[in-house]
């Protein structure tokens, strides 16, 4: 059967179409591509135990990994499916985590976009979570992708289940009342203490409400990275703008965790835990002008020692107390020769 000549320029069109889909196939996936990215390994299917009886937090302040921390998150969590959290990086936390045993799976979800915090199936995911870990990254993203979206309502939804919740670094960060955004950058020490006020200074609060981390502000690598400096300017603008009247603050050394179980926080691995808490105003406190704020209380936890958050105090001389003051910009303590940390 021979073509109507009338149809020839159309099979013609037809066929250059289809050739066009078939070399350039490969581009397909691109464009249809999700906007999140997902790895699991062991059994995900969801597992469904019963919420534990109390609250529990993972605290740690970046840098290497503590083993004994993620130990203890999958003890508290019973199994299940432990889920990692992060706006960029890979699935690294997968296999590290799953050699540990005592969890059916672990989960990795990368989620980059506000698209991708809209996806139905990562909600689903962080939903059916066990045990739930921030990881470490750029908090802006956290902040720019996350926020008032539903991956922020799940994890908040977790917190009222008590579900174990962890993070580092810039997953820690997130976990305060207040939030050191970093939506300009980032800061020094020394910067924020000459001027309080610098347009890389941004703050926020209630990105989520988490148990013991209310009038709260948290930093991670606070000495490798000689950070209590910045850590008292956060401190400083927080009670001068009038967001509350007394701020209490967590600081992490790399490679140590708090494991807070029912408001007892346990200090494990290598470095310090600090505990600051604001003593009224500063005494000045203005753009462009270095800061003076006298006489905040330090209490550093280390060794395998205990503090408890609900009144704000370590157990049994576990802490070594001090107190930090700022004078026009320069930081000094009351332990001997003045050291900070």
């Known amino acids: 059967m021979r073509t109507p000549i009338g149809f020839r320029p159309v099979l013609s069109r037809f066929s250059a179409i289809l050739v066009f889909v078939i070399a350039f196939g490969g581009a397909q996936p691109a464009i249809a591509a999700k906007a999140y990215q997902y790895y699991a390994v062991g059994n995900a299917t969801d597992v469904v135990l019963p919420h534990p009886a109390k609250p529990s937090l993972m605290l740690m302040g970046g840098g290497p990994d503590v083993d004994e921390a993620f130990q203890w998150m999958i003890k508290k969590s019973g ?10 990086g890979t699935d690294v936390y997968n296999s590290y985590i799953h050699a540990m045993g005592g969890v059916a799976s672990v989960e990795t979800i990368i989620i980059p976009s506000r698209d991708a915090a809209n996806a139905p199936f990562v909600i689903a995911r962080i939903k059916g979570a066990e045990a739930l870990f921030i990881a470490s990254g ?31 670094s810039a997953g820690l ?7 050191f955004t970093a939506l300009n950058g980032t800061i020094s020490s020394p910067d924020a203490l000459s001027n309080p006020f610098d347009k890389t200074i941004t703050l926020g609060r209630n990105f989520l409400e988490l148990p013991y981390m209310n009038d709260l502000i948290s930093d991670a690598h606070l000495h490798t990275r000689d950070r209590m400096g910045r850590l008292l300017a956060f401190m400083a603008r927080i009670v001068n703008d009038g967001w509350t009247n007394m701020v209490r603050s967590i600081g992490l050394d790399a490679e140590t965790a708090l494991l807070v179980d029912d408001g007892m926080a346990l200090r494990v691995g290598v470095g310090s835990a600090y505990f600051l808490q604001t003593i009224g105003i500063p005494d000045v406190c203005k753009p462009k002008n270095p800061l003076t704020y006298r006489n905040i209380d330090v209490q550093r936890l280390s060794d395998n020692a205990t503090f408890n958050m609900r009144s704000w105090a370590g157990n049994d001389g576990g802490t070594a107390n001090y107190s930090i003051s700022v004078v026009n910009g320069v930081l000094s303590s009351t332990q001997a020769g003045g050291a900070i940390y």
């Open 138 to 168: 750029d908090q802006r993203d956290y902040i720019n992708n996350w926020q008032n979206t539903p991956v922020q309502a799940a994890i908040q939804e977790l917190a009222s289940k008590n579900i174990p919740i962890g993070g580092t």
């Open 173 to 179: 960060t997130i976990m305060g009342q207040y939030v």
């Open 79 to 88: 199994g299940g499916n432990f889920v990692v959290l992060r706006a960029s």
